[in-house]
C-alpha cells in the first residue's frame, strides 16, 4: 500500500510538528530546573517522557484513522496525539497544568484525554491494549463504524495485560490493532536482557493473529502495515499485531542520563534521525521543493508556538477545583 | 426491612438478574461479559436466564482475562456502552486492579468529567463456608478506600434489585458487592432475611443512602450486606433484655450517608459498627470517624466488632470463630455498658 502525495505530505507535517513540539517541550521544561534538577520546579513539573524519533510510529498508523477511530497511547504519548488531531492549543496547556488543559490540569502529559477525536492514554505499561480491545468490541456490538488501535512500547509484551488482551481480542475477532513502538530500551533495559523472542510480532501466531513487522523507522513501511491491519479491521477480519523498529532519540524520561547505552549508540541513532531521512524522500521524489518545505515547517512551528502561548497564557483553576470531576 | 409491597420474594441473584435484563430490554447499550456469566448464569446466580434472552453477543463469556476484559469494559464505557462486568470473587482483584483502580475509578477525572466510564463491576464478597482465604474476603474498604468508584454492598433483594438498577444507569462507574451468604444459593448457606419482597417493575435504590432497618434507642448498631442480619439478630436478643436497638444498613459505601449514621448516633448516644472486612483501616474505623470528629458526645466509646487482621483461615472451627455474629454483637454492648 503506498501513500497518496497528500498522505505523504501530512504524514511528514505530522511530524515536523511533534518533533517541534517535543524540542519546545524539552528547552521550556529546563526552565527553573537548572542548576539544580527538580522535577518539580519550572512551568512544566512533573516526568516528562519525550517521543523524538518515533514519529513514524503514529503518523504511518493515524494516517488511516478518522476523529471517529479509537487510539488509545502510552506514557509516550505526544507524537501520537498530534497525529491523531488532539487539539494541540488544550494538549500543550494540559501539559502545563492550566485551565485550558483538556483535563485543566488534572491529568497531566501521561493522562491526555480528548473525547473529541477518540484519543486517550495511560501512564501504566500495557494498560492501552484492554481498553482498546473494548472500544473495538463496542464497535461491533453497536455496529457503529470505526475500529481500535492500541499503541505500546516493546516492554508492554511483557505485561500479562499484553497476552491477555491479545488473546481477547483474537477469541472475539474485534477490529484493533495492537501497535508496538519497538525503541530497544525498556527505560535501561534492552530488549534482548528482557524479551525472550527476538522480534514481538512472532508472538502473533500464538494468538492466531496475522503479525508484521517494520524495519529501520521506516515511514512509509509502517504506512503499508498499517494500512493493511486497519482496512483488515474494518473488514471484520479480525485484530492485527505490528512491532515497529523505531528509536528513541531523547532519554527515557527528560533528566534520565542515558549511562546506559553503548558509546555511539546515541549518534548513530541521531545520524539516521526518520525525519530528515523522510524529508530527503520527498525532495528526491519531487512531493516536495525547498520552499515548500520552508513553508510547511514555518507553519508546523508557528502552531506548536501558538499552543505555547495560549497554554504560557492561560490560568491555573483555583487549586479547589481539584476536587471537582472525580464523579460525573 | 424495606418498603416493598406485594408478596413475590426474590433472593438477591435473582433480583441482580431481574434488573439486569430489565435495563438490557429498555437501552441497547446494556451488556454484561465475565467468567461464566453466560449460559451457566454466573457461578453465584446472578445471570441466570439472561444468555436465554439475549444470547452470546450481549452476555458474553470470556477467558479467564480479568485484566483484558474488566479493561475492555473502561474502553466500552468510554465509547458509549453501559459494560456490566462481573470478578466472580472479590479476592480476584489483585490481577486485574489496575484495570479497575488506575483506569476505571480515574478516567473520568483524568478527562476532567469530559469521558464517562458507566459501567458495573459486580463482584462475590464473604466467607464462612470454609474457603479458604483466597475466596471469603470483603475488602470492603479496600475498594471503598480508592476514590472514583461508587461502591454499594445489599444486604437483601429490594435492595439489591434497586441498586443494581441504579448502578447500570449511573455515568459512574459502580462497584455492586454481593455477599455470597445472601444470595440465595442453597449450596453457600443462605441468609433468609435476604430473601425479601421485591416489586417486579424496575425501580431504582439511590446510591449513597443507607436505610434505618429498624428503630431504636438506646444503640445504633451500623452495618452493610451480611452483618446487617447479624444485628438484626442481635437486635432481637438485646430487645430481650430491655434495650432498643437502631440498625442503620449502609447499603452504600461510596457515597457514604454519614448523615444518617451521626443522626442515629445522635438519637441513641451508642455506637457499634459491625463489619466483615478487616478490623483495621477499614469501614468500621471510618464509620467511628465519621461520628466522633462530628459529635464526641457519647454515652460511651463506640465499638467494633470486625474480622480479626488475619488472612481468612480454612478451618471452621477457626473461620467461624474469626467471624462477625450476633452473640459478638450482644457481648460488645455487654462491655459497652460495663465501661460505662
Not at chain 1, 521543493?289 to 508556538?305: C, F, P, T
Not at chain 2, 460511651?300 to 455474629?325: G, H, K, S
Request: aromatic share 6%.
Amino acid at each position: 500500500m503506498q501513500p497518496t502525495n497528500d498522505q505523504r505530505l501530512w504524514m511528514y507535517r505530522q511530524m515536523v510538528t511533534s518533533r517541534y513540539l517535543e524540542e519546545c517541550i524539552e528547552t521550556i521544561y529546563m526552565e527553573g530546573k537548572t542548576p539544580v534538577f527538580n522535577m518539580a520546579k519550572g512551568p512544566i513539573p512533573g516526568e516528562m517522557h519525550l517521543s523524538n524519533g518515533q514519529e513514524p510510529c503514529a503518523v504511518g498508523v493515524c494516517a488511516h484513522l478518522d476523529a471517529e477511530d479509537v487510539v488509545i497511547a502510552t506514557h509516550r504519548p505526544h507524537h501520537i496525539a498530534v497525529a491523531k488531531g488532539v487539539d494541540l492549543n488544550a494538549m500543550v496547556a494540559e501539559i502545563f497544568g492550566k485551565a485550558g488543559g483538556l483535563s485543566g490540569g488534572r491529568g497531566g502529559h501521561m493522562h491526555i484525554f480528548d473525547a473529541d477525536v477518540n484519543f486517550s492514554c495511560s501512564g501504566i505499561i500495557g494498560e492501552s491494549l484492554g481498553p482498546a480491545a473494548g472500544a473495538a468490541l463496542s464497535r461491533k456490538l453497536q455496529g457503529k463504524p470505526g475500529v481500535a488501535v492500541a499503541f505500546l512500547g516493546e516492554g508492554a509484551a511483557n505485561q500479562g495485560a499484553f497476552h491477555e488482551a491479545l488473546n481477547l481480542a483474537a477469541v472475539w475477532q474485534l477490529p484493533v490493532v495492537f501497535v508496538i513502538e519497538d525503541n530497544a530500551w525498556g527505560i535501561s533495559v534492552a530488549k534482548q536482557a528482557s524479551t525472550a523472542v527476538p522480534r514481538n510480532d512472532l508472538r502473533a501466531s500464538g494468538y492466531n493473529m496475522p503479525g508484521m513487522h517494520v524495519a529501520d523507522n521506516d515511514v512509509e513501511g509502517v504506512f503499508a502495515a498499517a494500512g493493511e491491519a486497519i482496512a483488515r479491521a474494518r473488514d471484520g477480519q479480525g485484530p492485527t499485531l505490528i512491532e515497529i523498529e523505531t528509536s528513541r532519540l531523547a532519554g527515557h524520561f527528560m533528566g534520565d542520563s542515558e549511562d546506559y547505552r553503548p558509546k555511539g549508540e546515541k549518534a548513530g541513532l541521531q545520524s539516521h534521525d526518520p525525519i530528515p531521512r523522510y524529508r530527503r524522500m520527498l525532495l528526491e521524489d519531487g512531493v516536495l521543493d525547498e520552499a515548500a518545505d520552508s513553508r510547511l515547517v514555518d507553519e508546523a512551528h508557528e502552531r506548536v508556538e501558538a499552543a505555547i502561548r495560549f497554554a504560557r497564557e492561560s490560568d491555573f483553576l483555583p487549586a479547589e477545583a481539584a476536587l471537582e470531576t472525580v464523579f460525573v | 426491612m424495606n418498603t416493598a409491597t406485594g408478596s413475590r420474594k426474590l433472593t438477591i441473584a435473582r433480583a441482580m438478574a431481574e434488573a439486569t435484563a430489565q435495563e438490557m430490554r429498555q437501552d441497547p447499550s446494556v451488556f454484561v461479559m465475565g467468567e461464566d456469566v453466560g449460559p451457566l448464569g454466573g457461578v453465584f446466580g446472578n445471570t441466570r436466564g439472561l444468555h436465554e434472552e439475549f444470547g452470546s453477543e450481549r452476555v458474553r463469556d470470556t477467558p479467564i482475562s480479568e485484566t483484558a476484559f474488566i479493561g475492555a469494559a473502561v474502553g466500552a464505557a468510554s465509547d458509549g456502552m453501559r459494560p456490566i462486568v462481573e470478578l466472580m470473587f472479590v479476592d480476584f482483584f489483585g490481577v486485574c486492579m489496575d484495570a479497575i483502580y488506575n483506569m476505571m475509578a480515574k478516567n473520568t477525572y483524568f478527562s476532567g468529567g469530559k469521558v464517562k466510564v458507566p459501567m458495573v463491576l459486580m463482584t462475590s464478597t464473604g466467607g464462612g463456608y470454609s474457603d479458604g482465604g483466597q475466596h471469603s474476603q470483603c475488602l470492603y474498604g479496600t475498594f471503598a478506600h480508592l476514590p472514583g468508584m461508587k461502591v454499594v454492598v445489599p444486604s437483601n433483594a429490594y435492595d439489591a434489585k434497586g441498586l443494581m438498577t441504579a448502578a447500570i444507569r449511573d455515568d459512574n462507574p459502580v462497584v455492586f458487592m454481593y455477599h455470597k451468604s445472601l444470595q440465595g444459593m442453597g449450596w453457600l448457606g443462605t441468609e433468609k432475611g435476604a430473601t425479601v419482597a421485591t416489586p417486579e417493575e424496575p425501580y431504582t435504590v439511590e446510591i449513597g443512602k443507607a436505610s434505618v432497618v429498624r428503630q431504636g434507642s438506646d444503640l445504633t448498631l451500623v452495618s452493610l450486606g451480611a452483618g446487617v442480619h447479624h444485628c438484626l439478630r442481635a437486635a432481637r436478643a438485646l430487645e430481650t433484655e430491655g434495650f432498643d436497638a437502631e440498625v442503620v444498613d449502609l447499603r452504600s459505601l461510596v457515597p457514604l450517608d454519614r448523615e444518617t449514621v451521626r443522626a442515629s448516633v445522635a438519637k441513641t448516644g451508642r455506637l457499634i459498627v459491625v463489619d466483615e472486612d478487616y478490623h483495621s483501616f477499614g469501614v468500621s474505623g471510618e464509620i467511628i470517624a465519621s461520628v466522633v470528629e462530628h459529635d464526641h458526645r457519647l454515652k460511651a466509646a463506640p465499638a467494633r466488632v470486625a474480622y480479626p487482621d488475619i488472612p481468612i483461615p480454612f478451618a471452621p472451627t477457626m473461620e467461624q470463630w474469626a467471624l462477625p455474629n450476633a452473640d459478638k454483637i450482644v457481648a460488645a454492648f455487654h462491655q459497652m455498658l460495663r465501661n460505662h
